[in-house]
């Protein structure tokens, strides 16, 4: 996976290609659809990680990698600087801003404005795309048995040299101070689309290489637990991503706490809160933090209906269940 997600931000087209169709096997017991219920259920993945369905397919891209550590030596602290977003498009709308708040349109006013805050289990994935530049989308690690999981926007990706580095710094003495991972494969829905209903599969998976001292990613940062989506309305969701440096306050990643609803008819939802500007593509959706090891369960990320909404302060998510789950299974046995 890979690069900037077209939210809306939707720059050109970046389609995950399949080079080997793996159709999943095992059964699966069918989860009801979310609802916008008050408190419902929280439902981990790992309940169903060994429970793969039979009508679950899945696209697996084994990345062409002159090698791991080929790879961590591409991106040196000046590529990833020089690194550009392709989510921008609608995705770099200002809010619009008043002093004279009857001058402010009611659609937009009261919402909130992200604030500069990290984590380490949150990053940026970098790539080589088409155009041989440089590229980058917001990426995590998730919580698995085999501790090498990540997860980003499908429309993130593909390109060459893929390479995920969490808890970034783009102008720190040490960028990249939990390493710099290397993709080995990565894995999407066959169902995605970048338009219609094939938004609703716009979350993929990667598996990233071992460090030279044979430590797995989450060893060092922790995992994000991947939940189903309890409902379209959540009254506190925490998103966390990593906007274009020039559009990013201090050049850091940011976070924001609110509610989300329903979109529309469409089974995704809406979280609103400015400063999303490109690059925030596959940014987590988190409830339920965890002070201790500053990560969360994470119900959705940005994604979705025009790569993840129309300007910096409107950002959509796919809604997680049953099909999410059954990906993420097939990914940690492969």
């Known amino acids: 996976m890979s690069g900037g997600g077209g939210r809306g931000r939707g ?31 929280v439902r981990p993945a790992a309940r169903f990680a060994a429970r793969p369905a039979a009508d679950s397919e899945a696209a697996v891209r084994r990345e062409p990698s002159p ?30 801003r008043s002093p004279a708040p009857s001058a402010v349109s009611p659609s937009v006013a009261g ?55 969490p808890g970034y710094r783009i102008h720190g003495r040490t960028p990249a101070p939990y390493g710099i991972w290397p993709v080995l494969r990565s894995f999407t829905d066959r169902r995605f689309r970048r338009t219609g209903g094939g938004t609703d599969f716009d979350y993929a998976f990667a598996k990233v290489a ?17 939940t189903v989506t309890p409902a379209f309305a959540n009254r506190r969701v925490g998103v966390t991503g990593y906007p274009r440096a020039s559009a990013a306050p201090l050049n850091r990643p940011v976070t ?47 994604g979705g209906v025009g790569g993840g909404g129309p300007n910096a302060w409107t950002s959509y998510s796919p809604m997680f269940d049953k099909n999410t789950l059954r990906l993420y299974a097939f990914a940690v046995a492969h």
């Open 11 to 41: 720059g050109r087209p970046v389609l995950w290609s399949a080079t080997t169709a793996l159709v999943l096997a095992a059964a699966l017991t069918p989860l009801a659809a979310p609802r916008a219920a008050a408190r419902p259920a």
């Open 67 to 96: 090698g791991a550590a080929a790879v961590a030596e591409y991106w040196t602290a000046a590529r990833m600087a020089a690194a550009t977003a392709e989510d921008v498009g609608g995705k770099d709308l200002p809010l619009p």
């Open 111 to 165: 919402i909130p404005s992200a604030y500069p805050n990290g984590r380490p289990s949150i990053g940026v994935l970098f790539f080589r795309g088409r155009d041989l530049r440089a590229h980058f989308c917001t990426a995590f690690v998730v919580a698995s048995r085999t501790r090498n999981l990540v997860m980003t926007a499908a429309h993130c990706g593909p390109g060459s040299s893929q390479a995920f580095v």
């Open 210 to 226: 071992r460090s030279a001292a044979g430590r797995q990613v989450e060893d060092l940062t922790h995992g994000n637990t991947l």
């Open 256 to 302: 924001c706490w609110a509610p989300t609803r329903r979109l529309g008819a469409r089974r995704q939802m809406v979280f609103l809160c400015d400063g999303y500007y490109g690059g925030t593509s596959g940014s987590p959706w988190l409830i339920g933090y965890r002070a201790g090891t500053n990560t969360g369960r994470v119900i959705g990320l940005i």
